[in-house]
């Protein structure tokens, strides 16, 4: 029996390693990023857009001050993995269109895989990123708040029943838009709402330049020297126009935003006006622009549909989430009827529809041909570990 049982371990110990080596053979990805973020914890990022957070212990992203018995203190840094893939990211896109932005950062994180030992995720770890897939281990017990950005996801797989909500965002259409067709569709909508809206930022600017000019002269604010020439050469730039002073930029910056809305105004006192409030005196526009400048920016909010809502402590009931989100955990109560009142479809790992997920790592294995034989060593490994107490 006990050879037997050597036996046994021996090649379970063989189908392990030959597991390893199979995972790190289908990720054959380049490293673009790496680092620890705590004690016992490391991350990687590939060019396939793959994060991976691997060790034990908690996601550590700021400074820990640990005292010695004789009163003495080190200090130990760890940068946030968010911060770092954004600054990665930020040089990247340095120079590109909003849409190309966009379209890279959708490209930079596609899947975020927390490994098992991980015990806890900070708040606002991931909530830049805008992963498809999220995959989070039996070991977790504490989620931060809006840790995970879940708005473009297709899957969400917690394996913990520690923590008690699903405290993730998920992108939602308000009860009266019309659902988009399919993901690629709702992520084409988005990134056209940040072009409309870098337009409208731009649309804004003759508005903000005659608006900064009416209240210098009006003496409802008094501007340094220095803050008036950066001002002049900022919308000199931006409006495309040589000028020394603020007041030349006056009459182009009227001539845009007659343009842009549709008016006719000649003068500053046309458009502002001086109210007097309790912490004292308040530029107001006219409220004819005002309400076209307002109609305008409902439409720009209007292109995407999208809002966000964070499943944590309560849903707000007049929302619906995206059609093709599963959101897949071991069943724990609050997090199941959380997701029902936000009509998110909520999948428990011992339910029926979950049976297609392995048991040994979580994952489906029902796609190409070497997926289905990774699936068939998972069965193995799983079938040992669980006769080893392993599982």
Not at 37 to 48: K, M, N
Not at 289 to 308: F, G, K, P, W, Y
């Amino acid at each position: 029996m006990k050879n037997l049982k050597t036996t046994l371990a021996l090649f379970l110990s063989l189908l392990l390693a030959f597991g390893a080596a199979a995972s790190a053979f289908a990720a054959g990805d380049g490293i673009v990023l790496s680092g620890t973020a705590g004690d016992g914890v490391t991350w990687q990022l590939t060019d396939e857009g793959v994060l991976t957070v691997s060790g034990s212990g908690p996601i550590v992203d700021h400074k820990e001050e640990e005292y010695d018995e004789d009163g003495s203190s080190s200090v130990t840094e760890f940068e946030s993995i968010g911060t770092l893939i954004y600054d990665y990211y930020s040089g990247q896109t340095a120079g590109m269109s909003v849409a190309d932005a966009e379209r890279a950062r959708f490209a930079l994180v596609r899947e975020i895989i927390v490994e098992e030992g991980i015990t806890a995720v900070p708040e606002d770890e991931f909530d830049f990123f805008y992963p498809r897939k999220i995959t989070l281990p039996s070991t977790l017990t504490d989620l931060g708040y809006q840790a995970i950005n879940a708005v473009f996801a297709e899957e969400v797989l917690i394996k913990s029943a520690s923590f008690p909500y699903a405290q993730f965002k998920v992108a939602a259409y308000h009860s009266g838009a019309q659902p988009y067709p399919d993901l690629q569709a709702a992520i084409d909508g988005y990134i056209a709402q940040q072009e409309a809206i870098d337009r409208f930022r731009d649309d804004r600017l003759p508005l903000e330049l005659l608006r900064f000019v009416y209240s210098i002269q009006s003496g409802a604010y008094e501007a340094e020297d220095e803050e008036i020439a950066d001002a002049a050469a900022y919308y000199s730039e931006a409006f495309g126009e040589e000028a020394d002073s603020l007041e030349d930029l006056v009459s182009p910056a009227l001539s845009l935003l007659n343009a842009r809305f549709g008016t006719e105004y000649t003068a500053l006192d046309q458009i502002f006006s001086v109210e007097t409030a309790e912490w004292g005196d308040e530029v107001v526009v006219d409220e004819a622009l005002e309400s076209l400048v307002d109609a305008e920016m409902e439409r720009v909010n209007d292109t995407s549909r999208l809002e966000e809502l964070v499943l944590y402590p309560d849903p707000q009931e007049e929302y619906t989430a995206y059609q093709w989100l599963t959101v897949t955990a071991p069943g724990r109560s609050s997090a199941a009827e959380n997701c029902r009142i936000a009509g998110v479809r909520f999948v428990s790992l011992d339910g029926s529809e979950a049976e297609g997920l392995c048991q040994y790592c979580g994952k489906d294995h029902s796609g190409n041909l070497w997926q289905k034989f990774v699936g068939f060593v998972h069965r193995i490994l799983y079938f040992f570990a669980h006769l080893f107490g392993m599982k």
